[in-house]
């Protein structure tokens, strides 16, 4: 009798221990007073602006839980983020991670969220195209789910269109390196206008064109393909129009900062960058020609689309967080199609094609239809691994050594699949 007692007083106390603590799912939980969410500030301003409002507070006022927002810059992140994640024991319950800085290696450090997607599904999950879900799926663990993109277009100067005779952009690939050595040529008042630039501080302007032939650098499962006929082709041309002059002598040096500055100053007539640089490009304070640039889709060879590059933030769960049901209810909330509404009128890039149809979003992103279009076969520069970075640099050095004639494009692609395969993931 006694030890039925004591065996009842036990399993009294564990009952109102789990009451106290509330449930999710199968083990008790804690209900704390905040999720703290560690991300760069533009996540938190695109959940929490004033034009569209703050898509978290409705979840925050049904579950009587803040948020607490943590931000630092775009490398700082992740270095916190990943060592915050592999403690015992963490503080941060959502992360807000970038493709090129994930990978293999740190699929570990947190939840597999489509055993969460199984349970309790995001709304309409499958409009978020697989492309932005593949790229922060690792180990067949999906470990974020896309929130944010920056994808490519092509931006071009419509001034110097009509300068030139041309009343529209290139639909083919063909046409547009056609184009660009047209629009290569000095205006009546001295200006050397460039044809075409495009970032050299990465591969993902390069591999745009790459993969407008059919060509790319490595493969979603970690393949290298830029010694393929269509990679080299591309590199070909690249070194051609270094030599014609349509590049300037110091587009080595390129990053995304001096591309913007050439294109506001009018001394190139076409690029491709993220669609978001039209605002840039048209800023009366910054440009020679604001309101007269215009953005659509990179044409393919032969015509359509291509896949062009995009940059996906995705919302991880640390598998230490202490608040993981929770904070897929967050993740949850954030996904839906009316936050995601909410904040690409703050200003995010919306994961969700549904969002551009939007009368909000439509008067403030004018190129909507066209970005919209993309997303469906858009994909990240490289998939992330550990490597990504090493692997990114040293195809910068051989695309610089084909384009000054050191190496044929031929050998600098041999060269390069010598040096990338070894870091590639097995």
């Given at each position: ?15 109102a ?36 409002g ?8 049904k ?45 570990r ?14 709304e ?73 630039i ?13 993969r ?15 010694d ?44 491709n ?6 605002f ?37 769960i ?12 967050l ?54 691994f ?31 699949k ?9």
């Amino acid at each position: 009798m006694r030890r039925t007692h004591l065996s009842k007083l036990a399993f009294a106390a564990s009952l109102a221990l789990a009451v106290s603590l509330g449930t999710s799912g199968a083990f008790a939980q804690a209900k704390p007073e905040k999720l703290v969410i560690m991300s760069h500030a533009v996540h938190k301003g695109a959940v929490t602006g004033e034009k569209g409002g703050d898509s978290s507070a409705d979840w925050s006022k049904k579950n009587g839980v803040g948020t607490e927002w943590l931000t630092f810059g775009v490398e700082a992140v992740h270095e916190r983020v990943y060592r915050e994640a592999s403690l015992a024991e963490g503080k941060v319950d959502i992360a807000f991670i970038l493709e090129r800085y994930s990978g293999p290696q740190v699929a570990r450090l947190f939840e597999d969220l489509s055993q969460y997607q199984a349970k309790d599904p995001i709304e309409d999950f499958n409009e978020i195209s697989s492309g932005m879900r593949t790229a922060h799926t690792h180990n067949g663990k999906l470990i974020a789910i896309p929130f944010r993109h920056a994808t490519h277009g092509l931006l071009y100067n419509q001034v110097y269109f009509k300068e030139r005779g041309v009343d529209a952009p290139p639909k083919t690939m063909e046409a547009l390196l056609a184009l660009a050595e047209k629009m290569n040529y000095t205006r009546p008042d001295g200006t050397v206008v460039h044809g075409y630039i495009t970032s050299f501080d990465d591969p993902s302007g390069i591999v745009d064109l790459m993969r407008a032939f059919g060509g790319d650098f490595i493969t979603s499962d970690y393949k290298f393909v830029a010694d393929s006929p269509a990679s080299i082709k591309v590199v070909t041309l690249l070194r051609d129009f270094f030599r014609k002059g349509i590049f300037p002598k110091n587009v080595f040096t390129f990053k995304t900062e001096e591309v913007i500055t050439m294109m506001q100053q009018g001394r190139a007539a076409m690029t491709n960058q993220p669609f978001g640089r039209f605002f840039n490009y048209n800023d009366a304070k910054q440009s020679k020609f604001p309101g007269e640039f215009k953005v659509t889709t990179i044409p393919a060879a032969g015509g359509g689309i291509a896949p062009a590059k995009t940059s996906v933030w995705g919302m991880a769960i640390p598998a230490n967080s202490k608040n993981k049901q929770l904070a897929w209810t967050l993740i949850k909330e954030l996904s839906s199609k009316k936050a995601t509404v909410a904040q690409a009128i703050n200003g995010n890039g919306p994961v969700r094609v549904s969002a551009y149809k939007d009368e909000g979003v439509r008067k403030l992103v004018p190129y909507a239809d066209d970005e919209a279009a993309v997303l469906q076969t858009a994909r990240s520069t490289v998939p992330g691994f550990e490597n990504t970075q090493k692997a990114m640099d040293f195809f910068m050095e051989e695309i610089q050594l084909a384009m000054l004639g050191t190496k044929t494009p031929e050998q600098a692609m041999a060269d390069l699949k010598k040096r990338v395969e070894p870091l590639l993931p097995r």
